[in-house]
Nanobody, 125 residues
Framework: QVQLVESGGGLVQAGGSLRLSCAAS????????MGWFRQAPGKEREFVAV????????AATNSVKGRFTISRDNAKNTLYLQMNSLKSEDTAVYYC??????????????????WGQGTQVTVSS
């Protein structure tokens, strides 16, 4: 079992930046593919970005490409999401998620076995 704890959310003005972190514990972090998802009020949880176990392959949803960067530090058991040029539509609770066997990139929520509790990101316009 993997425990995930997100941090780094907050209130930021449009055009600003935030870096989210997801600290993992319990199992070997490098055995897991990792993803970021978000859920805005009244909407379903949606895929944001994904990274493979080694950190050399990534993918992101079109709306954040060129603005958000997913990365990981396996030595620190930590996943990151650097968010730049934030927009009001990025306002949501952001969740990190883990799935074992992280060679491929998975974008579906159902592909992930473990979830953090979420961190709120609010972008004011």
């Amino acid at each position: 079992q993997v425990q995930l704890v997100e941090s780094g959310g907050g209130l930021v003005q449009a055009g600003g930046s935030l870096r989210l972190s997801c600290a993992a514990s319990g199992r070997t972090f490098s055995n897991y593919g990792m993803g970021w998802f978000r859920q805005a009020p009244g909407k379903e949880r949606e895929f944001v970005a994904v990274i493979n176990w080694r950190g050399d392959r990534t993918a992101a949803t079109n709306s954040v490409k060129g603005r958000f960067t997913i990365s990981r530090d396996n030595a620190k058991n930590t996943l990151y999401l650097q968010m730049n040029s934030l927009k009001s539509e990025d306002t949501a609770v952001y969740y990190c998620a883990a799935r074992p066997g992280g060679s491929n990139l998975y974008t579906a929520r159902a592909s992930y076995d473990y979830w953090g509790q979420g961190t709120q990101v609010t972008v004011s316009s």
